[in-house]
């Protein structure tokens, strides 16, 4: 089984709202991850969760703010977004699967837009 | 920095062999990673090289020349599913994938 589970599948809010995108794995995967992904484009690293502590921050603005309750969850919490953070947000986890591989595993994503 | 190059666009025939190419240039190389991405979906994992040559996987193949920074994807008799974009992704790290554009292959009948 290589299912990653993310909710909601689509979001609307306004710049005011604040809401939360959920993402669930049951693989023992040990690291979790955000990515952005806008149209025609490749998914943009966002931010790694690597035994439930956060490794990896690309320099994401702070109304973006990721949280990792446990292994098998991984939050975003959203606040005060801009219209151009409308885009495609995908949940990846990845752990040892053979010698050194790390293979990333994606979710649906939730498309969020942004009014 | 990261620089991955890949062609944008390409056509290819049902039932015909198409070759998609990636040159990369990372700091910091573990491995490479070829995903394939329907259009609204998200990425599925195609192949993993980590050493030079070719790795076989049914109608899909991929292979790397770590010193010319140079990995391929090989589709094989090509179905009209097989329409999607593919990206390579250089792993450049223990958690880090860095993506191509990707290649928006089309398969016409």
């Known amino acids: 089984d290589t299912e990653v589970t993310q909710t909601p599948k689509h979001l609307v809010m306004g710049m005011t709202n604040k809401k939360s995108l959920k993402c669930e794995q049951h693989?023992?995967?040990?690291?979790m991850y955000w990515y952005k992904q806008k149209a025609k484009k490749p998914p943009e690293l966002m931010f790694v969760?690597?035994?439930?502590?956060?490794?990896i921050n690309e320099s994401v603005p702070s109304r973006f703010s990721p949280e990792c309750p446990n292994s098998s969850l991984l939050n975003l919490h959203l606040h005060a977004l801009q219209p151009e953070d409308s885009a495609l947000y995908l949940c990846?986890?990845?752990?040892?699967?053979?010698?050194?591989?790390?293979?990333?595993?994606f979710g649906p994503g939730t498309r969020l837009t942004v009014l | 920095g990261q620089n991955i190059d890949q062609p944008t666009e390409m056509t290819a025939t049902e039932g015909a062999i198409v070759q998609i190419n990636c040159t990369y240039q990372?700091?910091?190389?573990?491995?490479l990673f070829w995903y394939q991405q329907h259009a609204g979906e998200a990425p599925t994992f195609l192949s993993y090289n980590v050493l030079d040559g070719l790795e076989e996987k049914g109608r899909f193949s991929s292979f790397l020349s770590r010193s010319k920074g140079y990995s391929y994807l090989l589709l094989k008799e090509l179905q009209m599913k097989d329409s999607a974009s593919y990206l390579c992704?250089?792993?450049?790290?223990?958690?880090?994938?860095?993506f191509g554009t990707g290649t928006r292959l089309t398969v016409i009948p």
């Open positions: 990846a986890s990845s752990g040892r699967t053979s010698g050194n591989t790390d293979t990333q595993y």
């Open positions: 693989m023992g995967h040990r690291a």
């Open positions: 969760y690597s035994y439930e502590k956060l490794s």
């Open positions: 990372t700091s910091g190389f573990n491995g």
């Open positions: 992704a250089p792993q450049t790290g223990a958690n880090n994938l860095f």
